[in-house]
Structures are given as structure tokens and as C-alpha cells.
Nanobody, 114 residues
């Protein structure tokens, strides 16, 4: 199983980034997907999730700014991040839940700074 996140980088406050997480090794359309972020020394935060049926949920801190989506033909989940703030700086990782099994990928660093 692989979950390969990409798209992170350095962006100024107010800017945008689009993260991608390419999945392989399991039945992607059957999995609920989510993005989680972590700041060193702090706990992790569930940023956004999308079920296998397409239902989405967001952390209050990102509602109205972030959008999660999935493309089952490409086995990929996306996170469109707009109006970025310095407090969005973190390592972003994707998670897949397929029945009783949870998979994690490596993270991609997002830094928001002027």
C-alpha cells in the first residue's frame, strides 16, 4: 500500500496550494479518505475527510477555505487550500480507511509565511 502526498511548499499568507495524495495497493473507491496535519510539538488535527460516497467534513478552522475532493479514476484525493494563514503551517498527510484497516502515507510540508 502506498499513499504519496505532494503539492506542499512555501506560500505567502492569502495564497493557495493544492495537495494531492495518490493511492495504490488497496481498493481506493471503497475507502474513506482524509487529510490530517501535524505541527511539531503539537497534536495532529483532522483537516478534512471525504467518504467513499462523497460526503465531506471539515475542521472548523478550515471551513470555507479548504476543499477536499477525490477522483476514483485516478485513485487520488485532493485538498485545495485557499486563503492560507500562517497557522496552517504543518505537515499534511493523507489517511485511508478501508473497512477495519487504516493506511497512512508520508506527509508533505506546507509553510505559510511572508
Amino acid at each position: 500500500v502506498q499513499l504519496v502526498a505532494s503539492g506542499g511548499g512555501l506560500v505567502q499568507p492569502g495564497g493557495s496550494l493544492r495537495l494531492s495524495c495518490a493511492a495504490s495497493g488497496f481498493t481506493f473507491p471503497r475507502a474513506d479518505m482524509s487529510w490530517v496535519r501535524q505541527v511539531p510539538g503539537k497534536g495532529s488535527e483532522l483537516v478534512a475527510g471525504i467518504t467513499k460516497s462523497g460526503r465531506t467534513n471539515y475542521a472548523d478552522s478550515v471551513k470555507g477555505r479548504f476543499t477536499i475532493s477525490r477522483d476514483n479514476t485516478k485513485n487520488t484525493v485532493y485538498l485545495q487550500m485557499n486563503s492560507l494563514k500562517p497557522e496552517d503551517t504543518a505537515v499534511y498527510s493523507c489517511n485511508a480507511v478501508d473497512g477495519p484497516t487504516s493506511y497512512w502515507g508520508q506527509g508533505t510540508q506546507v509553510a505559510v509565511s511572508s
